[in-house]
């Protein structure tokens, strides 16, 4: 490894890139983040000049680095727009504090902040979901319910706001993990996640960090000066995804560069598999069943709650 950066020839290195051998000096990091940001925008067409986008920002350092780093590249695109999106699910403690972060944050770079909670949207929050044990009777793991209903919030907020894009801020280990989480659950009628596809009176989802490793985004979030979260979810130690994680962590360790590999050979498939949409006779967005997840999930909640 060289003790040089790569691109400046400056001596003061932060971070070597292993899968591409590459070094950095701290500003040129950033600005590597930046312009690889930029690139994967363009090569999958994810941003159009006169979007209002909508960002979703839990309040964690992934997704305030996104809101920075859109801020930053929207400013050449005088047309669109950007505002944040907050979804509160009721967590006390810890979605306290990243609302907070995301209201401090979204401020300081003068960008338009909303935020919508379960309690107002669905008529619960996950909090009383869990305690009250109705995530136990319906047989979900706490997990799940926030998932499915978070995704489903983003988008009746961004609706309500006259957002024409979503973008969210999940990076490669995210989208990697998403897969293999289809694959073992044997679900294997996914769709590529974060790739913009425009249907009639549906709001595109895009994910600008998909080619961005999550390590790399943490390290842009730290020398950046973003907030981190002091409080844990609460309930994320039953989730199965930190299996996948930990063993594509490790993966990624020993063999640099495998975590884009299994994103290409994913996508490869995908291209040959993508399906025409059903819609949710519920809520009309799009679904590969009846009733979406989201609105069977609500309706299975509501129910137990009655009783
Ligand atoms: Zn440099
Ligand atoms: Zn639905």
């Known amino acids: 490894m060289s003790n040089r950066c790569s691109v400046c020839d400056s001596s003061e290195v932060i971070f070597y890139r292993r899968y591409s051998g590459e070094v950095f000096c701290r500003k040129c990091f950033l600005e590597n983040i ?27 350092k992934d997704s305030l680095s996104l809101l920075r780093i859109l801020e930053k590249i929207e400013r050449d695109f005088p047309r669109a727009s950007l505002v944040a999106v907050t979804i509160d699910e009721g967590i006390p403690e810890y979605r306290d504090e990243a609302v907070e972060n995301a209201v401090r944050y979204s401020r300081s770079l003068g960008v338009p902040h909303y935020v919508y909670s379960f309690r107002e949207l669905f008529g619960f929050s996950l909090t009383e979901v869990v305690e ?27 609706r309500k706001l006259g957002a024409t894009v979503i973008a969210t801020a999940h990076t490669l280990d995210d989208i990697v993990q998403t897969y293999f989480l289809n694959i073992l659950r044997g679900d294997t009628r996914f769709t590529p996640i974060g790739i913009r596809r425009e249907a009639e009176d549906v709001i595109p989802r895009v994910a600008p960090f998909r080619l961005i490793p999550e390590r790399e985004i943490v390290l842009y979030a730290y020398i950046s000066g973003i907030p981190f979260q002091t409080h844990d979810c609460p309930y994320v130690e039953r989730s199965m995804r930190d299996s996948v994680r930990l063993f594509l962590t490790e993966y990624e360790e020993k063999f640099p560069g495998s975590l884009f590999s299994a994103l290409s050979s994913f996508e490869k498939v995908f291209a040959r598999s993508i399906q025409e949409d059903k819609r949710c006779r519920r809520c009309n967005e799009p679904t590969s069943r009846e009733l979406c997840r989201a609105c069977e999930i609500q309706e299975t909640i509501l129910e137990k709650m009655k009783r």
């Open 34 to 60: 930046i312009d690889r940001v930029r690139a994967t925008i363009s090569k999958y067409e994810l941003l159009k000049p006169f979007d209002k986008i909508a960002v979703a920002v839990s309040g964690g």
């Open 132 to 158: 009250s044990n109705v995530a136990d009777a319906v047989g979900l793991q706490p997990c799940t319910i926030c998932g499915v209903l978070r995704r489903k919030a983003l988008t009746i907020a961004a």
